[in-house]
Nanobody
Framework: QVQLVEGGGGLVQTGGSLRLSCAAS????????MGWFRQAPGKEREFVAA????????DYADSVKGRFTISRDNAKNTASLYMNSLKAEDTAVYYC??????????????????WGQGTQVTVSS
């Protein structure tokens, strides 16, 4: 089993930046691809970004491409999401998740087995 704890959320103005972190414990971190998802009030949880086990492959939702960067440090058992040029529509609870499927990474929430508790990101205009 993998335990995931997010951090780094907060309140930021439009155009600002935030770095979200995800600390993992339990099983071998490098056995899992990692993903970030978000859920805004009244909306379904949506894919944001994903990264393969060794960090060689990444994928992003169209809405965040060019603004967000996902990374991981297997030596420190952490994953990060760097968010730049934030917009009001980025406001949501952000979740990190771990997947042990055979794919390099997953974009569907149902393919992830472990989830963090979420961290709130609020972008004010």
């Amino acid at each position: 089993q993998v335990q995931l704890v997010e951090g780094g959320g907060g309140l930021v103005q439009t155009g600002g930046s935030l770095r979200l972190s995800c600390a993992a414990s339990g099983r071998t971190f490098s056995d899992y691809s990692m993903g970030w998802f978000r859920q805004a009030p009244g909306k379904e949880r949506e894919f944001v970004a994903a990264i393969s086990r060794r960090g060689r492959a990444t994928d992003y939702a169209d809405s965040v491409k060019g603004r967000f960067t996902i990374s991981r440090d297997n030596a420190k058992n952490t994953a990060s999401l760097y968010m730049n040029s934030l917009k009001a529509e980025d406001t949501a609870v952000y979740y990190c998740a771990a997947s042990r499927t055979f794919a390099d990474y997953e974009v569907a929430a149902g393919r992830y087995s472990y989830w963090g508790q979420g961290t709130q990101v609020t972008v004010s205009s």
